[in-house]
């Protein structure tokens, strides 16, 4: 045997493994490093197969700072007596209605609590009047009407009788910084279908009124509405915002515009040229009842109409 010869069973398998650049690998390498077992690998493809379209990489969330926490404002439920009470009933216990105004900015709700009339204590519940919006009992939502319900002997209360009268005594229907500072105030007792006089003074609630007025002059008097003291309009508008010293509509009192008058305003001292509520060749009251109720920008509200119309017909007294 030659030389030549010797050396190829040597050389065979040196060859073999440079081409190869290493031992073959395993199955389980195979599976760890492409993803699919040995088996799942095409055989022999006459083309390579096309690269599976790469999954999207989900977006890398961007630091953000977190928001401040907003501060939850403090509850402020705020019940004003309107200055009314409804009696009823016969027997030995007469029912009696204190009317209040939720003026808080939060539900007030009283399933019991005590109120005073003159020196007499009682217990009763707060309950909010027909149209009030709440759907927890014994509740009355902000800027709406309700009543604090006792029972009471029938000696207590006469016809248009005024007595002092307290709510909440033991401060269990309101919340917030001071609600408890106008629980008091002078009521006037009425019976259903009656009604006392209304003056310039006096507020105007079912005593006055006759019916149950609107939430927005509940307990607010004619004079402190005229005088810009008292909102008494939906759009939360004083009357001084067009009624004022520089006003171009006939009644122009010398205030300046959205501020309150000082002194409040009398009804019978001239205002603008021979412009008075009445009492002057010109009186302004008659103009003003026949104002359109909406669709201009001089509208009256018909409940505000209404409350003139009654100081009106009670002799517009002061």
Request: proline letters at 13%; hydrophobic letters at 35%.
């Amino acid at each position: 045997m030659n030389a030549r010869a010797k050396l190829v069973p040597i050389l065979v398998p040196v060859l073999l493994a440079a081409c190869s650049g290493a031992a073959e690998p395993d199955e389980a390498s195979i599976e760890t490093n492409v993803g699919v077992s040995h088996a799942a690998l095409p055989v022999n493809p006459i083309e390579p197969p096309e690269d599976p379209e790469p999954t999207p990489r989900p977006p890398r969330p961007v630091p953000t700072t977190p928001p401040t926490p907003v501060p939850h404002a403090p509850p402020d439920s705020d019940l004003r007596p309107d200055g009314a009470m409804r009696y009823y009933g016969g027997g030995s216990v007469w029912g009696v209605q204190i009317d209040v105004v939720n003026i808080g900015t939060t539900p007030a709700t009283g399933v019991s609590g005590r109120v005073s009339i003159g020196p007499y204590f009682f217990t009763g519940k707060l309950y909010q009047y027909f149209g009030g919006t709440s759907t927890t009992p014994n509740t009355v939502n902000p800027r709406e009407r309700g009543y604090i319900k006792i029972d009471v002997p029938p000696t207590l209360l006469s016809l248009c009788g005024s007595y002092p009268v307290q709510i909440d005594v033991d401060h269990t229907m309101q919340a917030g910084a001071n609600p408890f500072a106008n629980d008091s105030r002078s009521v006037l007792a009425y019976e259903t279908g009656a009604s006392c006089r209304l003056t310039w003074y006096r507020p105007v609630n079912g005593a006055t009124l006759g019916h149950e007025p609107d939430a927005k002059i509940a307990g607010k008097s004619l004079r402190d509405i005229v005088s810009s003291v008292e909102i008494a309009r939906g759009d939360n508008n004083k009357c001084s915002a067009c009624h004022h010293s520089a006003s171009p509509y006939p009644y122009a009192p010398a205030v300046a515009q959205n501020m309150a008058s000082v002194p409040p305003i009398d009804p019978f001292a001239v205002a603008s040229g021979d412009q008075a509520w009445l009492g002057t060749s010109a009186p302004w009251l008659p103009r003003f009842l026949e104002l359109p109720e909406s669709g201009s920008a001089a509208a009256k509200p018909a409940y505000l109409k209404d409350a003139f119309r009654k100081w009106l017909l009670d002799g517009a007294i002061k």
